[in-house]
């Protein structure tokens, strides 16, 4: 998806308070009624619907009068004000470039005042999944009281409070910096995912540092439940990084073997692929052509064992609560994720990436525990042009 910030510099301090008023409608409503917006907004001197007409140009908010008239989010103008708050915080002054098209998120670069490039996720759980509604995907049949927003807003806070915490113990995760809205704000992480790397120069040594995460997540209680060469970054140095949290469970989750497995399994499966796996296949070493040349010893005797690993438990409970990210919040992520889960293993279909949000509308809309608004009055939006960069344009925001 694009993000046009060029955009930001033309709304006024109006347009983000109807924006706002819209976000606020839709705790309770999935389709605003534009009187609802009007009164929220309470704009000094009116003109609400004049404010409505310009978001909708610049497709910020969706019009439907197929029940009633009125106006409910895109995802675009819950970017704008997840970026607008963000900026208000100081925590960055400018949108940059895209880095990458997740399933369900898109990542941006973003620019701090001094100049230091950070990373920004915004996520956007449901993008495939209510494309699974669509298909009347019996898992989600039951599950469609959960919004994009609700669900979005809620991935991005598990995954800054997964983030932080696997910090602080020590394993090599993004800096996570803050988190509004679906927007998690993370260090740029030097390196390209592991899926883009043909050559490595010390393969068992990068083989091992990951199967070790795997095993030392375990031992803090935790799954990874995506742990793949998409998700596993590696730079020059061949330093790695872990990315992409939302979907991590607990040890004592139910299925936690067989996610333990899965993420194990999926490590193997791509260095068999790539590799020449000496130990266990000399035929296939000397008929395959290796992409890169490099070779890795495996021995998967020594495979790391779910049932053999120590395992400490309460490390969600404790450690994720300090951010805010509660038992609820887990159960009720956790069993929307894992319809997406189960899918994964069971599906036989493609799914694109650019879903239309105007073909959510059917779903119900379950009201927003606490949606976080604009916190503080907005200054005024008087963007200035930095000046293209090499890989796309930047917007600061000033
Ligand atoms: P998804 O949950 O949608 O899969 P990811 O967190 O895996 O999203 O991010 C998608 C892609 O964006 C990654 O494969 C990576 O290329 C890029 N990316 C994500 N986070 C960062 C970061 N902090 N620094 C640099 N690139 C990143
Ligand atoms: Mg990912």
């Excluded at 675009?76 to 997840?82: H, Q, S």
Aim: aromatic residues 8%.
């Amino acid at each position: 998806m694009k993000l046009n910030v060029d955009v930001l510099r033309y709304l006024s301090k109006d347009d983000f308070r109807v924006l706002t008023a819209v976000e606020m409608g839709m705790r309770n409503h999935e389709i605003v009624p534009s009187e609802l917006v009007d009164r929220i907004a309470s704009l000094k001197h009116g003109g609400t619907y004049k404010v409505l007409k310009n978001l909708l140009r610049h497709k910020l908010l969706h019009h439907d009068s197929s029940k009633y008239d009125g106006f409910r989010l895109t995802y675009l103008g819950y970017d704008f004000l997840a970026i607008k708050t963000m900026v208000n915080r100081g925590v960055f002054t400018a949108v940059g470039r895209q880095l990458g098209v997740g399933k369900e998120s898109d990542i941006f670069e973003v620019q701090q005042e001094d100049g230091t490039v950070l990373a920004i996720k915004l996520h956007r759980l449901g993008r495939t999944s209510f494309r699974a509604v669509k298909s009347k995907r019996d898992y989600l049949r039951h599950r469609n009281s959960y919004n994009w927003l609700y669900l979005s807003r809620l991935a991005a806070l598990k995954e800054f409070a997964f983030m932080k915490a696997l910090e602080e113990h020590g394993f090599p995760v993004p800096n996570a910096v803050d988190c509004n809205r679906h927007c998690v704000v993370m260090s740029l992480v030097q390196g390209y995912p592991l899926v883009q790397v043909n050559q490595l120069q010390n393969p068992e040594t990068v083989f091992e540092t990951i199967i070790g995460l795997v095993t030392r997540l375990a031992e803090h209680g935790l799954i990874h439940c995506d742990f793949n060469e998409f998700n596993i970054m590696i730079d020059d140095d061949e330093k790695i990084t872990m990315i992409d949290f939302p979907q991590m469970v607990s040890v004592s989750h139910r299925n936690a073997q067989m996610y333990f497995d899965r993420d194990v399994e999926c490590i193997l499966k791509f260095f068999r692929k790539r590799r020449n796996v000496h130990r266990f296949n000399l035929s296939f070493q000397e008929t395959t052509i290796d992409v890169d040349g490099s070779d890795v010893d495996i021995d998967e005797t020594a495979w790391p064992c779910f049932s053999s690993i120590p395992k400490a438990t309460g490390f969600l409970d404790k450690e994720l609560a300090a951010s805010g990210f509660t038992r609820k919040d887990q159960d009720d992520i956790e069993k929307f994720i894992e319809g997406g889960i189960e899918k994964d293993v069971n599906s036989d279909d493609e799914e694109t990436d650019d879903e239309d949000v105007s073909e959510l509308n059917d779903t119900n809309v379950k009201s927003l525990d606490s949606l976080h608004l604009v916190e503080q009055e907005e200054p005024s939006l008087n963007y200035k042009r930095e000046g293209e960069k090499e890989n796309g344009q930047k917007c600061e925001v000033g």
